[in-house]
């Protein structure tokens, strides 16, 4: 019993930070209308612009958090200017590939920059405390306190302001929210800003809870990926409760089969997903 | 580099494009012809590969072998084991549309290669597989006389595959899915076939690939080297164009390799990593041609309607 206690902590730790990724992904899918293949590497980068503030200017993590955020969310900006708008008319299919291109760009360009080996944020072992039989780091209360202050944050932005409502009608109805005369553009480039920040956000947190290394954000995207379609594709509430069932169930099936296997489990979720109820849990805008 | 080196070299170097493009031929066969995009080409190639190997190797207490079959026995038993897997996976996938298609090819590919990096007693896991025989002892030259053989034995079977009535239905399918159903076409039947196809075709590039080599292991199956750069050399060619796909496989390799040689000249300060610089490098050239050039090399010709004027 404990043990499941545990892994349901592990669970909805590993689910907050695949939440904060895959609210990111399902907006850029809703509003896009592609997968963002490159997603897990903003995560990565993200995390990585905040190591060097920390170790530059000797700041807490968190206090980095909202740097790497904004520039992250510059990237993608950048990224989707100078690349992705350029083709985002031919086929959608050249996008996916362009995205994959653009993914190893970016791992190439960690290792390029901050090496290739494990990094942390902080050195030194923090003392976990201990409730009955289960453990839980003081870091861990601070990256849930941080998702869940940033997803709420996403809810805000959402339901109240101009910019958040042209986007969900975007991702709604296309066609529809283009003849009112939502500037287009302008939706893209605010979705590509909240989508680099929360991947960015993500990753940091990643990074917080283990280590930095240059995959640590490629070796997420599949269950990113599985949050988005079992959330349904442009639902940004969906992605949560995607990424928080994801969690839970990569780290409750250590008890039947090894670790090493986690992905597939994610994996085998969002097939299941697409096989009978292809829309998600909250109808999906495709 | 005396010309003996560089005529070693070469050999060397035209034997992986030869392999590469068996893999090309297999992928524009689901992407270039039927639309389907996979981007799980690693999975199949890494199949191809340690099916050839588990079959042709000596024993070992280190991984499930002794079959010690010969060379010609692996490339098939690396097609038949490719069959159920892909008929399978094609089965699951080949209604999806194509952005779902693509997250699950990918991470079907990413689970092969965990499952050969878990499972030690099937796989030797990380360490690998060693000791794989170039066939008839023939050495590198030889060698290339074999994979030519199967370019140009692959390259005719989809050629003639393109042209059947079989190919053109599966253009018919690329280009306009509800017209081809409308036609009484069995849709999905016809994408699960490609699928098959091309995924043999791949496993066949695996088994080619380890006998080259000698020594495989899950490293090798990472999405750059058994995807990525087989989509770059189907865009670069020209999708759905086979003869574009060869100049593709030959082109990115050149490339390739070429990077090699300008990482070696970069001082290592400045790029850390060299094969962090060489992905980098060919990232950035598949944006340039997606930006400036998607159709590729030799883009697609259509062919001649028959009975059409000439």
Same mark, same amino acid.
């Given at each position: 019993?404990?043990?499941?206690?545990?892994?349901?902590?592990?669970?909805?730790?590993?689910?907050?930070?695949?939440?904060?990724?895959?609210?990111?992904?399902?907006?850029?899918?809703?509003?896009?209308?592609?997968?963002?293949?490159?997603?897990?590497?903003?995560?990565?980068?993200?995390?990585?612009?905040?190591?060097?503030?920390?170790?530059?200017?000797?700041?807490?993590?968190?206090?980095?958090?909202?740097?790497?955020?904004?520039?992250?969310?510059?990237?993608?900006?950048?990224?989707?200017?100078?690349?992705?708008?350029?083709?985002?008319?031919?086929?959608?299919?050249?996008?996916?590939?362009?995205?994959?291109?653009?993914?190893?760009?970016?791992?190439?360009?960690?290792?390029?920059?901050?090496?290739?080996?494990?990094?942390?944020?902080?050195?030194?072992?923090?003392?976990?405390?201990?409730?009955?039989?289960?453990?839980?780091?003081?870091?861990?209360?601070?990256?849930?306190?941080?998702?869940?202050?940033?997803?709420?944050?996403?809810?805000?932005?959402?339901?109240?302001?101009?910019?958040?409502?042209?986007?969900?009608?975007?991702?709604?109805?296309?066609?529809?929210?283009?003849?009112?005369?939502?500037?287009?553009?302008?939706?893209?480039?605010?979705?590509?800003?909240?989508?680099?920040?929360?991947?960015?956000?993500?990753?940091?947190?990643?990074?917080?809870?283990?280590?930095?290394?240059?995959?640590?954000?490629?070796?997420?995207?599949?269950?990113?990926?599985?949050?988005?379609?079992?959330?349904?594709?442009?639902?940004?509430?969906?992605?949560?409760?995607?990424?928080?069932?994801?969690?839970?169930?990569?780290?409750?099936?250590?008890?039947?089969?090894?670790?090493?296997?986690?992905?597939?489990?994610?994996?085998?979720?969002?097939?299941?997903?697409?096989?009978?109820?292809?829309?998600?849990?909250?109808?999906?805008?495709? | 580099?005396?010309?003996?080196?560089?005529?070693?070299?070469?050999?060397?170097?035209?034997?992986?494009?030869?392999?590469?493009?068996?893999?090309?031929?297999?992928?524009?066969?689901?992407?270039?012809?039927?639309?389907?995009?996979?981007?799980?080409?690693?999975?199949?190639?890494?199949?191809?590969?340690?099916?050839?190997?588990?079959?042709?190797?000596?024993?070992?207490?280190?991984?499930?072998?002794?079959?010690?079959?010969?060379?010609?026995?692996?490339?098939?038993?690396?097609?038949?084991?490719?069959?159920?897997?892909?008929?399978?996976?094609?089965?699951?996938?080949?209604?999806?549309?194509?952005?779902?298609?693509?997250?699950?090819?990918?991470?079907?590919?990413? /689970?092969?290669?965990?499952?050969?990096?878990?499972?030690?007693?099937?796989?030797?896991?990380?360490?690998?597989?060693?000791?794989?025989?170039?066939?008839?002892?023939?050495?590198?030259?030889?060698?290339?006389?074999?994979?030519?053989?199967?370019?140009?034995?692959?390259?005719?079977?989809?050629?003639?595959?393109?042209?059947?009535?079989?190919?053109?239905?599966?253009?018919?399918?690329?280009?306009?899915?509800?017209?081809?159903?409308?036609?009484?076409?069995?849709?999905?039947?016809?994408?699960?076939?490609?699928?098959?196809?091309?995924?043999?075709?791949?496993?066949?590039?695996?088994?080619?690939?380890?006998?080259?080599?000698?020594?495989?292991?899950?490293?090798?199956?990472?999405?750059?080297?058994?995807?990525?750069?087989?989509?770059?050399?189907?865009?670069?060619?020209?999708?759905?164009?086979?003869?574009?796909?060869?100049?593709?496989?030959?082109?990115?390799?050149?490339?390739?390799?070429?990077?090699?040689?300008?990482?070696?000249?970069?001082?290592?300060?400045? /790029?850390?990593?060299?094969?962090?610089?060489?992905?980098?490098?060919?990232?950035?050239?598949?944006?340039?041609?997606?930006?400036?050039?998607?159709?590729?090399?030799?883009?697609?010709?259509?062919?001649?309607?028959?009975?059409?004027?000439?």
């Amino acid at each position: 019993m404990a043990e499941i206690a545990q892994l349901l902590i592990n669970g909805i730790l590993l689910g907050s930070i695949l939440a904060l990724g895959a609210v990111g992904a399902t907006m850029i899918f809703g509003v896009l209308r592609f997968a963002h293949f490159a997603h897990g590497d903003f995560m990565a980068i993200g995390a990585y612009f905040a190591l060097t503030v920390v170790t530059v200017f000797n700041l807490p993590v968190l206090a980095a958090l909202p740097v790497a955020m904004l520039m992250t969310a510059g990237l993608a900006v950048g990224i989707d200017q100078v690349v992705y708008r350029r083709i985002r008319r031919v086929q959608p299919v050249i996008l996916l590939i362009s995205s994959f291109a653009t993914a190893l760009v970016l791992r190439s360009l960690i290792q390029m920059i901050w090496g290739s080996s494990n990094q942390v944020y902080q050195t030194g072992i923090q003392m976990p405390w201990r409730i009955g039989p289960l453990t839980l780091k003081p870091d861990h209360l601070l990256i849930f306190a941080a998702a869940a202050i940033l997803v709420f944050l996403v809810h805000l932005f959402l339901t109240h302001t101009r910019m958040g409502k042209a986007m969900r009608a975007m991702s709604d109805n296309m066609d529809l929210a283009l003849i009112t005369g939502i500037p287009a553009d302008r939706v893209i480039m605010w979705t590509w800003a909240i989508g680099g920040a929360l991947a960015a956000a993500a990753g940091v947190l990643l990074g917080m809870d283990t280590r930095l290394h240059p995959v640590m954000g490629w070796t997420l995207l599949l269950p990113i990926f599985a949050a988005t379609i079992l959330g349904g594709i442009g639902r940004p509430y969906g992605a949560i409760v995607g990424g928080l069932v994801i969690g839970c169930a990569m780290e409750l099936s250590t008890l039947i089969i090894p670790g090493a296997y986690k992905p597939a489990v994610a994996f085998a979720i969002m097939v299941a997903t697409l096989i009978v109820r292809p829309q998600g849990i909250i109808r999906g805008s495709l | 580099m005396d010309w003996l080196s560089l005529l070693a070299y070469s050999v060397f170097f035209l034997n992986l494009v030869g392999i590469y493009a068996v893999l090309v031929l297999g992928l524009n066969m689901q992407w270039g012809m039927t639309g389907q995009f996979n981007i799980g080409v690693a999975g199949f190639f890494a199949v191809g590969a340690y099916t050839s190997a588990i079959l042709t190797t000596g024993p070992s207490d280190d991984w499930l072998g002794g079959f010690d079959l010969p060379f010609l026995a692996g490339l098939v038993g690396a097609v038949i084991v490719t069959i159920p897997i892909a008929w399978v996976i094609g089965r699951i996938t080949a209604r999806l549309r194509t952005d779902y298609l693509a997250i699950a090819t990918i991470g079907i590919a990413e /689970i092969i290669r965990l499952f050969f990096l878990n499972e030690g007693w099937l796989s030797n896991g990380t360490r690998g597989i060693p000791g794989i025989d170039t066939p008839f002892n023939v050495g590198n030259a030889g060698y290339l006389l074999i994979v030519t053989l199967f370019v140009a034995g692959t390259y005719w079977l989809v050629e003639i595959a393109q042209r059947s009535p079989w190919g053109r239905v599966l253009r018919a399918i690329r280009d306009n899915e509800a017209a081809t159903a409308a036609a009484g076409k069995d849709v999905a039947r016809f994408r699960l076939e490609a699928f098959v196809v091309g995924s043999c075709i791949m496993a066949l590039g695996g088994g080619l690939y380890a006998h080259f080599v000698g020594f495989i292991s899950p490293e090798a199956f990472r999405p750059l080297y058994g995807t990525f750069l087989v989509w770059v050399m189907l865009i670069a060619g020209g999708s759905g164009n086979n003869r574009g796909v060869l100049l593709g496989a030959l082109v990115v390799w050149i490339i390739w390799s070429s990077t090699e040689i300008l990482a070696g000249l970069m001082p290592t300060a400045l /790029i850390g990593s060299e094969s962090a610089f060489r992905i980098f490098l060919i990232g950035v050239l598949l944006q340039i041609i997606l930006v400036s050039r998607p159709q590729g090399l030799l883009p697609e010709k259509r062919p001649r309607m028959p009975g059409a004027g000439r």
